[in-house]
């Protein structure tokens, strides 16, 4: 059989238009919000002094996370040489590029004073993880861009080889340098974990596969393109592998962390009494986003349902959301111990658990930043040839098979 | 800066009262409100035993918000004075994330009624500059001022690097705790009587 041919969608349909309208009208509701955030102050959203990462990181470092992760299918591809899922890569590296986009906005978007936005870019501290990780992120880009180029352009054909190696390595480190951003923060007992960085690494694999199964699905089921029974069972059966790998990162956190006598207060704070955070951790991201994903990948009858992978990759981007929840949010809950030994209380609010509520304007700037990533998607489809024009199993088997 | 815990009385608030008069701070009455200093109220678990004392900024020898800064914002001071630069800090709030302390505040709405010796800045991080402006000027910072004024003379200000100092000399002779010292982060206020 003949080579592969990779192919925009059409892009004209109702259902098409319906999304991009959809997806473009959250991304202006995000821009009103932060608009409003940048003239009026962040007292306008539910962060004080207490909790002073709010809802918008949680949806930033998601997307970042999963920007990571989106590069699987590219990464197997190219770099372990599985010919099967070539034709699969170049939507996956495109949707990294969308998914850092869009949470680097909302990361730039929530900063104080995001018109300052050219200092950070002029004025570097090396000592701080957050200025490696604006050279990660920046240096993502180009890494991506250039794999792109060596998967899409005959030119490049050469080149994908080494280019899917440095961005297999570069997603790896970018990941270790956002859970290091938390592993390195001594003053939190939550954090000042060096299993913060690897669980990173593990979450972006199943956030990054799931946010591309949710893709995939939607493009092909839109297009009316082939996708394969054999073809969503296996990367269901992927998904799967990776929410038990960041399940059992997990799990070593917060068992290291109850090992150390000084943080057995956070840990039972926020798996037995931390009220929407072990809700949030319980419910959310052990139930719904990853047990019950776990029974809709793994379940023989089900894998190979677009409905059920897709319900199982929503769920895990739920799951995941409410895991950034707990990560981001309950460990400034939290109080800090000051005074180990000491009942402490104060003016600012020492010794309390800190009352968090999300406003709408910090919602819907972090949820914005989910649109942008699909605004970004469609128009990459739409525009550039990222999909194959089949994603059948006989259609991927015969194009491994012939070395195209 | 020197604590004297057997000096500073529960219920005294002359040192924040004064700090907030000096640079221009609101009151503190929502969790928004800046504080730079305030007063904590502790009970040891096993004894009962009650302090109270005021808590700023530590200027840390080797300070986490300095460490985390991406854009150099947060700085120190060749004399020690852990400050923030207002006009490189993009208000990522980093800083407030990785300080032991919670020392830091974020101005997080629009300003009125500023002092001129102590600009301020919707969107940026701030906090316990030790009144950098007075003490430049050879005078102490106003807390310390306020205490000393109220009679208990809880605080006191200098340079512990100087052996002739009397916050020097104190040091030398009764013990002093650093809080938090588990981090090792030698902070330049000294506690005693805790």
Known sequence: ?404 | MLVDTTRCTNGCTACVDACRGENGLPAATWPTDPQWIRKVELREKKTGRAHSLPMMCQHCAHPPCVDVCPTGASFKRADGIVLVDRHTCIGCRYCMMACPYKARSFVHENLTGQKPDVPRGKGSVEACTLCVHRIDRGAQPACVEACGTAGFAALVFGDLNDPSSEIARRVRERATSQVRADLRLDTAVRYQGL
Not at chain 1, 71 to 78: C, D, Q, R, W
Not at chain 1, 210 to 235: D, F, N, W
Not at chain 1, 322 to 339: E, H, K, S, W
């Open chain 1, 1 to 404: 059989m003949a080579k592969l041919a990779l192919r925009e969608i059409e892009g004209r349909s109702r259902g098409y238009w319906t999304l991009f309208g959809a997806v473009t009208a959250l991304i202006a509701a995000g821009l009103v919000a932060a608009w409003q955030m940048e003239t009026e102050g962040h007292i306008i959203t539910g962060m004080n002094n207490q909790i002073v990462w709010g809802a918008p990181h949680v949806f930033a470092v998601f997307l970042i996370v999963a920007a990571s992760g989106a590069l699987n299918v590219a990464s197997i591809a190219s770099v372990f040489g599985e010919r099967y899922y070539k034709p699969l890569a170049p939507l996956s590296g495109w949707l990294a590029i969308a998914l850092l986009i869009g949470g680097l906005a909302v990361l730039s978007l929530d900063l104080g004073r995001p018109e300052r936005l050219i200092v950070a870019m002029t004025h570097y501290n090396f000592k701080s993880v957050f200025a490696w990780n604006m050279f990660l992120y920046t240096g993502f880009f180009a890494v991506v861009a250039l794999y792109l180029w060596t998967l899409l352009d005959r030119a490049g054909f050469g080149y994908v080889k080494p280019a899917g190696l440095a961005t297999f390595v570069w997603r790896l480190v970018l990941t270790t340098g956002t859970g290091s951003i938390f592993g390195f923060l001594i003053a939190r007992e939550a954090y000042a974990s060096a299993v913060l960085a690897p669980t990173f690494v593990a979450l972006s694999f199943s956030y990054g596969l799931a946010v591309y199964l949710v893709a995939l699905i939607t493009v092909c089921a839109g297009s009316g393109r082939a996708l394969g029974e054999a073809v969503l069972g296996r990367l269901a059966r992927l998904l799967g592998w990776f929410i038990v790998a960041a399940l059992y990162f997990v799990m070593v956190l917060h068992l290291t962390n109850l090992y150390v006598a000084k943080q057995t207060g956070v840990e039972r704070f926020l798996l037995l009494e931390g009220g929407v955070y072990t809700s949030a951790f319980w419910i959310g991201q052990v139930g719904l986003g990853s047990a019950l994903p776990l029974v809709l990948v793994w379940h023989p009858g089900l894998r190979t349902s677009r409905a059920a992978v897709l319900a199982a990759a929503l769920l895990v981007i739920l799951g995941g959301l409410a895991q950034m929840y707990v990560t981001i949010i309950g460990a400034q809950a939290y109080p800090l111990d000051l005074f180990p030994g000491f009942d402490i209380r104060s003016s600012f609010y020492d010794g309390v658990i800190n009352p968090y509520a999300p406003s709408l304007p910090e919602v819907l700037l972090g949820v914005s930043g989910l649109a942008i990533a699909a605004w970004v998607t469609l128009i990459g489809v739409k525009f550039l040839r990222l999909v194959p024009e089949s994603a059948s199993e006989e259609a991927l088997a015969a194009q491994a098979g012939s070395g195209a």
